[in-house]
């Protein structure tokens, strides 16, 4: 059996003080490399208006930049998600290549404010870390708000939720479908068809 690195956390009994977009917006404002506000925050902004609560939120870049967004979190405290636990990022070291997520706060604090993943990239190409053939142009992954707050796009963040969805993870895709534009639901439809040809959200996505 494994021993747990030292000063690992368990994810289990965590708790949360998730900021908001718009701080997300203030305190990654001047930050070198894209960003966006992904998970249910990123459908919310996608739609215009909050329709549920939201337990925390999520944020994405790409891999390649997870040191540039290190460098602008100074004073916050990093950790890699590993498999039933959160190990510190220490400075210096590499983000690992099999891993893809990282949980952050503010030093000092012990409520957690941000999680990121880390998306795949490989050159102008951005490819769904589950399935590498899906894919779409890095740059046309993103849209922002009327007041410039970048988030990633509708059809990618129910990719990601299609998996083993939860109960808000439907309410979400039930909530977005109507505002989903004909793109939208061909991009989501062919990925489905894809990754999970037996997807229960293909009958609605017709």
Do not use: C, N
């Not at 992954?141 to 998996?163: A, E, F, M, N, Q």
Request: glycine share 10%; proline share 6%.
């Amino acid at each position: 059996m494994t021993e747990p690195q030292a000063g690992a956390l368990a994810p289990e009994g965590q708790t949360w003080e998730p900021t908001t977009p718009q701080e997300a917006a203030a305190i990654l404002g001047g930050l070198a490399v894209p960003w966006l506000i992904a998970g249910g925050w990123a459908l919310d902004l996608f739609i215009g208006r909050q329709t549920r609560a939201h337990a925390d939120l999520d944020l994405a870049v790409f891999r390649g930049d997870e040191g540039a967004l290190r460098d602008h979190l100074r004073g916050w405290e990093l950790f890699i998600a590993d498999v039933g636990s959160l190990r510190r990022w220490e400075p210096g070291a590499a983000f690992p290549s099999d891993r893809h997520a990282m949980w952050a706060r503010e030093a000092g604090r012990d409520r957690w404010q941000l999680e990121i993943a880390v998306e795949r990239r490989e050159g102008t190409r951005w490819s769904y870390r589950r399935d590498p053939s899906v894919g779409a142009h890095a740059a046309d992954i993103g849209r922002r708000t009327s007041d410039g707050i970048p988030y990633l796009r509708p059809d990618i963040v129910l990719l990601y939720k299609s998996k083993t969805p939860r109960g808000l993870d439907e309410t979400d895709f039930i909530t977005a479908l109507p505002h989903l534009d004909a793109g939208q639901r061909g991009f989501l439809a062919a990925a489905l068809w894809t990754v999970a040809p037996g997807h229960r959200w293909l009958e609605r996505l017709k």
